[in-house]
């Protein structure tokens, strides 16, 4: 009787380690998703501004066009969801408004193309997640002197949304590897979605292109 009283004892103790550590394991993903939220908001505001001082000397109407956009964005930011995921609809609206700023700031010098569905669904997807990739193919897909091409494109079922973009690329003497969008991009799927999502980045001599496939989380309604 007390060898089983003990044995007990043992089992109930450690199903509670166990649950403690998952306890722990849970706030420390939770914690991890935080910080990175709170780099993307700097880093994604800091381009947007360097972008708009490119204007201010010649192309004075363009920076204050670009200040009402980047007002739109901001308040998009603002008063986003502390859960870190957002409606696919607001995702593609912020897109919208950031393509818009770019194309304030380099007229008609490149190719922009961007499909979205007409009416996507009305589940969720994480906040500012699929701006890094558009950024990035603006930072690194541009010439002035040279032709260039972004093209994106989003397609959604009632489970998973697929997100593509793809861009020119051209020789610079000084390219960087990969900045800290991406990586905190990877990190976070990693949090958020574990094995359930594929992201593949095809970088070839003068293409680049990322697809992202991720599920779509739905909130009830009753919320």
């Given at each position: ?17 166990m649950k403690s550590l998952h306890e722990l394991e849970r706030k420390n993903l939770e ?145 960087k590897k990969e900045g800290i969008g991406l990586m905190n991009v990877k990190k976070r ?31 009830r309604s009753d919320k």
């Amino acid at each position: 009787l007390l060898g089983m009283n003990l044995g007990v004892k043992l089992y109930f103790k450690s199903e509670d380690d166990m649950k403690s550590l998952h306890e722990l394991e849970r706030k420390n993903l939770e914690q991890q998703l935080e910080v990175l939220k709170y780099q993307i908001n700097p880093h994604f505001l800091m381009n947007t501004l360097n972008n708009i001082h490119a204007l201010v000397d010649f192309n004075p109407d363009g920076a204050k066009e670009s200040i009402v956009e980047l007002s739109k964005l901001l308040r998009y930011i603002l008063y986003k969801d502390d859960s870190g995921f957002l409606t696919i609809d607001k995702e593609i609206k912020f897109i919208n408004h950031y393509l818009r700023l770019m194309q304030i700031r380099y007229s008609d010098s490149i190719a922009i193309e961007a499909t979205f569905p007409e009416c996507p669904p009305e589940g969720e997807i994480p906040s500012l997640m699929l701006i890094t990739f558009v950024e990035n193919a603006f930072k690194h897909g541009i010439s002035y002197k040279l032709p260039s091409f972004i093209k994106i494109n989003m397609t959604t079922d009632n489970q998973r949304m697929l997100f593509t973009v793809g861009n020119s690329k051209h020789p610079t003497p000084t390219r960087k590897k990969e900045g800290i969008g991406l990586m905190n991009v990877k990190k976070r799927l990693d949090i958020i979605f574990g094995d359930d999502y594929q992201l593949d980045i095809d970088d070839e001599e003068d293409t680049y292109h990322v697809s992202l496939n991720i599920p779509i989380r739905w909130v009830r309604s009753d919320k």
